[in-house]
């Protein structure tokens, strides 16, 4: 590799899911989940004129003032650069593929990242306004599994979409899509996800999204979710409990006067379901458990049980119902669930 029409094939290759740069000679790509060196004999300045080139789109500024820059590219995909002398010698590269493969809860049971019976579980839960967040690692196709179940969502719904970068593909036809923006020179005019959930309450959502909590935007989701405005999210963590835990974590960052007697029972009545999704050293993606939790609180802890888990080579049902009731005051009936899609494949 040696010239920028070859990065640009990179970029343009579908079975490429990822590309990230430490160096000019040191390029790699993941297909399917797996790490593969590129053999390249770039330049730093060949590298340099193709971010120029792909930050155009967003417009986002790259200096050594503002040495970090998170983007989307026309295509969808996310750039994200660092620079000298943030890195010790030479620019950081990641871009992360838009690859519109999989975009709906059908498509995922085809990939065997979950089966039927959870396809049928989650769909439910989001058609029914349930407030669901997704959590996993980084790779395991959390931002994919969102898009899913906004999939799912019907179509007359308006859906608010809060995002650092857009990254999200919601198809329906009432949609509005948020995205941050950093600083300008002279340190004004910064837009932070916190902002945008706060000004997304006024436009009138019948869902809110937030692409990713990450800081004190948790504070402001935790709220609107308590107010009865449903939601999705999506967090990292390594499990479900985990996922919870950080969800009560995360509000404190909001003040000194947000304390953990208020978060934890909120966290317990806000939240519905939490969708762990992971990546197993082959590179496979699947749905690890799906956990709802009850509005109690045990131990200081948010309650919750566990309705779905992968293990022995399959997805085993747990739980014959969830704990809480959906909007018109009704409960899915899992065992019914799995009753249904075991006499369909019969």
Same mark, same amino acid.
């Given at each position: 590799?040696?010239?920028?029409?070859?990065?640009?094939?990179?970029?343009?290759?579908?079975?490429?899911?990822?590309?990230?740069?430490?160096?000019? $000679?040191?390029?790699?790509?993941?297909? =399917?989940?797996?790490?593969?060196?590129?053999?390249?004999? %770039?330049?730093?300045?060949?590298?340099?004129?193709?971010?120029?080139? %792909?930050?155009?789109?967003?417009?986002?500024?790259?200096?050594?003032?503002?040495?970090?820059?998170?983007?989307?590219?026309?295509?969808?995909? *996310?750039?994200?650069?660092?620079?000298?002398?943030?890195?010790?010698? #030479?620019? !950081?590269?990641?871009?992360?593929?838009?690859?519109?493969?999989?975009?709906?809860?059908?498509?995922?049971?085809? *990939?065997?990242? %979950?089966?039927?019976?959870?396809?049928?579980?989650?769909?439910?839960?989001?058609?029914?306004?349930?407030?669901?967040?997704?959590?996993?690692?980084?790779?395991?196709?959390?931002?994919?599994?969102?898009?899913?179940?906004?999939?799912?969502?019907?179509?007359?719904?308006?859906?608010?979409?809060?995002? $650092?970068?857009?990254?999200?593909?919601?198809? #329906?036809? =009432?949609?509005?899509?948020?995205?941050?923006? !950093?600083?300008?020179?002279?340190? #004004?005019?910064?837009?932070?996800? *916190? $902002?945008?959930?706060?000004?997304?309450?006024?436009?009138?959502?019948?869902?809110?999204?937030?692409?990713?909590?990450?800081?004190? $935007?948790?504070?402001?989701? @935790?709220?609107?979710?308590?107010?009865?405005?449903?939601?999705?999210?999506?967090?990292?963590?390594?499990?479900?409990?985990?996922?919870? @835990?950080? @969800?009560?974590? &995360?509000?404190?960052?909001?003040?000194?006067?947000?304390?953990? =007697?208020?978060?934890?029972?909120?966290?317990?009545?806000?939240? =519905?379901?939490?969708?762990?999704?992971?990546?197993?050293?082959?590179?496979?993606?699947?749905?690890?458990?799906?956990?709802?939790?009850?509005?109690?609180?045990?131990?200081?802890?948010?309650?919750?049980?566990?309705?779905?888990?992968?293990? *022995?080579?399959?997805?085993?049902?747990?739980?014959?119902? &969830?704990?809480?009731?959906?909007?018109?005051?009704?409960?899915?009936?899992?065992?019914? @669930?799995?009753? !249904?899609?075991?006499?369909?494949?019969?």
């Amino acid at each position: 590799m040696h010239t920028i029409a070859e990065l640009d094939q990179l970029l343009d290759d579908q079975t490429v899911e990822e590309i990230w740069i430490n160096s000019p $000679e040191r390029i790699f790509i993941a297909r =399917d989940g797996q790490p593969v060196a590129i053999e390249a004999q %770039l330049t730093g300045d060949v590298i340099s004129l193709w971010i120029e080139r %792909l930050l155009m789109y967003s417009q986002r500024r790259l200096d050594l003032s503002h040495p970090f820059v998170d983007a989307t590219l026309e295509d969808g995909s *996310r750039l994200h650069v660092t620079i000298p002398d943030v890195t010790r010698e #030479h620019w !950081a590269i990641n871009i992360r593929k838009f690859i519109r493969r999989l975009n709906s809860l059908d498509d995922l049971v085809t *990939r065997r990242v %979950l089966d039927r019976g959870t396809a049928l579980l989650l769909e439910g839960v989001a058609i029914n306004g349930y407030n669901i967040v997704v959590s996993g690692g980084t790779g395991a196709g959390k931002t994919t599994m969102l898009n899913c179940l906004l999939a799912a969502i019907p179509d007359d719904e308006r859906i608010i979409t809060c995002e $650092e970068v857009f990254e999200l593909n919601v198809r #329906h036809r =009432d949609h509005v899509a948020l995205q941050t923006r !950093a600083a300008n020179l002279e340190g #004004h005019g910064e837009v932070t996800v *916190r $902002e945008l959930v706060r000004q997304s309450l006024r436009m009138r959502p019948q869902r809110l999204v937030v692409g990713e909590v990450r800081q004190a $935007e948790s504070l402001d989701l @935790l709220l609107a979710l308590n107010s009865g405005q449903p939601g999705m999210a999506t967090v990292h963590a390594n499990s479900a409990r985990e996922a919870i @835990l950080k @969800l009560c974590t &995360l509000p404190l960052l909001a003040g000194e006067n947000v304390r953990s =007697d208020f978060v934890v029972p909120t966290v317990a009545s806000s939240i =519905d379901v939490i969708v762990q999704v992971s990546r197993d050293h082959r590179g496979v993606r699947r749905v690890q458990e799906v956990v709802a939790l009850t509005g109690d609180v045990e131990h200081g802890q948010p309650a919750a049980v566990q309705l779905v888990k992968w293990e *022995r080579g399959g997805w085993r049902m747990k739980s014959n119902e &969830l704990p809480k009731q959906d909007v018109r005051g009704k409960q899915i009936d899992v065992m019914g @669930l799995w009753k !249904a899609v075991s006499e369909w494949a019969a």
